[in-house]
């Protein structure tokens, strides 16, 4: 089942959104970081600022990606009610289906996983167990 939660984006061009992304462990980054397909960088005007190429390890290849240093406000929600905010790194691939929380993203949004298979989590410290979106 995986684990997604919803968050909303506030992008430094002023546009916002809010999503659905997917918690990946297995998506490392040294930065809290979200990665965002093609679509929703453009509906957040991210295009319009500088990007740095990069590249992203995947399990068999490498994949380019254009990365925006600190671009976004993420604030983490449930049923409305804001949990954690959090400044992320934007990667953005062509061909990402949905968007991805890295590890380091999980851990600023202080989420801890109950069960990927039940697609429980709650917020590290708190007794409440929420559900996956």
């Not at 297995?26 to 509906?43: F, N």
């Not at 062509?94 to 917020?123: H, M, Q, V």
Request: proline fraction near 3%.
């Amino acid at each position: 089942m995986g684990v997604r939660v919803r968050i909303r984006l506030e992008a430094i061009t002023g546009k916002s959104t809010e999503i659905v992304a997917l918690l990946n462990s297995g998506a490392e980054s040294p930065e809290p970081s979200i990665a965002l397909p093609t679509e929703i960088a453009e509906e957040l005007e991210l295009n319009e600022l500088k990007a740095e190429t990069t590249y992203s390890e995947e399990a068999t290849t490498y994949v380019e990606v254009k990365l925006y240093k600190k671009a976004i406000k993420g604030t983490l929600l449930d049923n409305g009610e804001e949990l954690t905010s959090v400044i992320l790194d934007v990667a953005v691939a062509e061909g990402l289906i949905e968007p991805l929380l890295s590890d380091s993203a999980i851990d600023a949004f202080n989420i801890e996983i109950i069960s990927f298979s039940k697609g429980l989590w709650r917020i590290r410290g708190e007794n409440k167990i929420r559900k996956s979106v």
